[in-house]
């Protein structure tokens, strides 16, 4: 209903079955714990590469229903320095279907 009003829309996903079987129009999914979709709290630097990355799908998704699998394993990875990384124009790179 929002996309149909112009408001483009990510939906963050902990399982890939679950935008499988509704297909939202664009959804980023990680592989956290159930509760945590944003990471650990208080882990701004993980937050916001989080954020970042979802909300990039409204620029790269040239399809209806794509789902992206996040690059980031829980308790993996340096977000601090991926933050770094990014702000010097560097990104991860993400696998689309």
Do not use: C
Not at 23 to 34: G, T
Request: charged letters at 25%; aromatic letters at 8%; zero cysteines.
């Amino acid at each position: 209903m929002l996309e149909e009003h112009g408001l483009s829309t990510v939906v963050v996903n902990l399982n890939r079955e679950q935008p499988e079987r509704i297909r939202p129009p664009r959804a980023y999914v990680l592989k956290y714990p159930y509760g945590q979709p944003f990471g650990l709290p208080e882990d701004v630097d993980q937050q916001l590469v989080i954020v970042e990355s979802a909300l990039e799908l409204l620029e790269t998704a040239t399809q209806p229903g794509t789902i992206v699998d996040s690059p980031y394993r829980w308790r993996r990875e340096d977000f601090s320095a991926l933050r770094r990384t990014r702000r010097l124009g560097t990104r991860a790179s993400i696998t689309m279907s």
